[in-house]
């Protein structure tokens, strides 16, 4: 006869083994497993910040401003645009315009180093020095990817067909800038010019200090630097007389549009998000002006989607008065300019 003892000793061990391997049995292990928990538990990696707390990507480009004659007295705007310009991490360095070929020399090593997009900012003489140093450049074939010219003097030349976008702000009567700068024939890039005449709070020694130029040049600059630019469609150029009550908005150029039935200046304005001023004069129309479907409509725009522009508010305008800008008022002008809406060749 079997013992029952011995085969019920077998059973219970197997039993038991089973149970352990399986963690069925109800019984806690307090030794291994419960380190082996511990550790995972101190090794898990944090959650990432949340997006808002993500830091701003380094702008890739480099910019080189000119102060105008007398410089380091009566073109500090520039050096305070530099000082903004390094705040947000672009590569930016203010020079007297009287070395303008030395330092585009320093330019041209750079950019074979390392091909960043370029940035020219000049103010009066600075201006003139922006655009010699364009034509430097594209004779060793390197594009600029934008120049801004403040005031820039009357001798300044035309723009040369390697810069991508030119945008020119000034004092039509002034008689120490004054610069109504033009494009090459056959340029291609985009094109803003905004005379401020009419503004008789801006002068030519401060404009290179208003808060709105330096406000919407840096923003402009850091998009370079960051994000490709959005150009589709047909480049048209603008040329603005600036309305002594509207703010000074730097558009990148105009694109073309078709009016469609029942159109208005005043609809395309709204739809748009452009003050009527400007659609009358872009397109030497009065606002009241009817429409056919189908016709030709130059929309100034921004290279950039326009929900990444800051709006105009109350803190903006109560910074531009005092800065020496134009109000920031939304009233709308009327066309008040006899300029062409293109940029005119000498």
Request: neutral net charge; proline residues 9%; contains cysteine.
């Amino acid at each position: 006869m079997i013992n029952p003892k011995p085969v019920m000793a077998v059973v219970f061990r197997a039993m038991l083994v089973a149970c352990i391997w399986s963690a069925g049995c109800g019984l806690t292990l307090a030794g291994p497993v419960a380190k082996q928990t511990n550790s995972a538990t101190a090794v898990a990696t944090p959650p990432p910040p949340p997006a808002a707390e993500q830091p701003a990507p380094t702008p890739r480009v480099r910019a080189y401003l000119f102060r105008g004659a007398m410089g380091p007295i009566f073109s500090r705007g520039m050096d305070r645009l530099t000082s903004r310009l390094q705040e947000v991490g672009v590569q930016a360095d203010v020079n007297e315009f009287t070395i303008c070929r030395i330092i585009a020399a320093r330019a041209i090593r750079e950019y074979k180093e390392e091909p960043l997009p370029i940035v020219l900012i000049g103010h009066s003489m600075g201006g003139l020095c922006s655009v010699i140093f364009a034509e430097v450049l594209r004779d060793e074939n390197i594009p600029v990817s934008l120049i801004v010219t403040i005031d820039p003097a009357h001798a300044t030349g035309n723009v040369p067909l390697n810069v991508e976008r030119f945008i020119n702000i000034f004092l039509s009567d002034s008689v120490l800038g004054g610069g109504d700068v033009v494009a090459e024939p056959g340029y291609q890039g985009h094109y803003a010019s905004y005379d401020l005449k009419d503004h008789k709070e801006v002068t030519h020694i401060n404009i290179d200090k208003m808060d709105t130029i330096h406000d919407q040049v840096v923003k402009a600059v850091v998009q370079l630097g960051t994000t490709p630019m959005q150009v589709k469609g047909e480049t048209a150029p603008l040329r603005y007389l600036v309305p002594q009550d509207e703010p000074l908005e730097l558009w990148d150029s105009g694109i073309p549009q078709s009016a469609r039935t029942g159109d208005t200046l005043q609809r395309l304005a709204t739809v748009n998000q452009v003050p009527l001023w400007s659609l009358t004069q872009a397109n030497q129309l009065s606002d009241n002006a009817p429409l056919t479907a189908g016709q030709r409509i130059v929309i100034p725009r921004h290279l950039m989607p326009v929900g990444q522009q800051p709006p105009v508010t109350a803190t903006t305008a109560e910074a531009a008065k005092r800065s020496a800008t134009p109000s920031a008022r939304p009233s709308r002008g009327e066309a008040s300019s006899d300029k062409s809406s293109s940029p005119r060749t000498r």
